[in-house]
């Protein structure tokens, strides 16, 4: 089970967008992942007719190394650490290490 899923409201914690928020859109392979707003590039993309594009200048979010995020407790307004724990039912879920609240998504 991951620590950080697709949907989690996330804060950098290291780099040049250190501070800032967003949402995950999406998780690239095993150790980086896809926020929203966080990483903008701006790349120079040619055009292609068959497909539409008009090429030229666009910006695009680049994916960013896991370590350098912690998800945001909104309760606390700080980063957390993600722990897990067995409910009632056996199933495994993510809880904040701070408070034990139920992460939700």
């Known amino acids: 089970m991951r620590k950080i899923r697709k949907g989690d409201d ?18 690239d392979g095993i150790d980086r992942i896809v926020v929203q707003g966080i990483n903008s590039v701006k790349k120079h993309q040619k055009p292609n007719p068959t497909i539409g594009n008009a090429g030229g200048i666009i910006d ?31 199933n495994k879920i993510r809880i904040f290490k701070s408070t034990g609240d139920l992460i939700k998504t």
């Open 10 to 27: 996330i804060i950098v914690i290291s780099g040049r967008d250190k501070g800032k928020r967003g949402s995950v859109l999406r998780i």
């Open 60 to 90: 695009l979010e680049m994916s960013i190394h896991i370590s350098n995020v912690a998800i945001y407790n909104f309760s606390s307004k700080k980063s957390d650490r993600v722990g897990f724990k067995v409910d009632n039912d056996n």
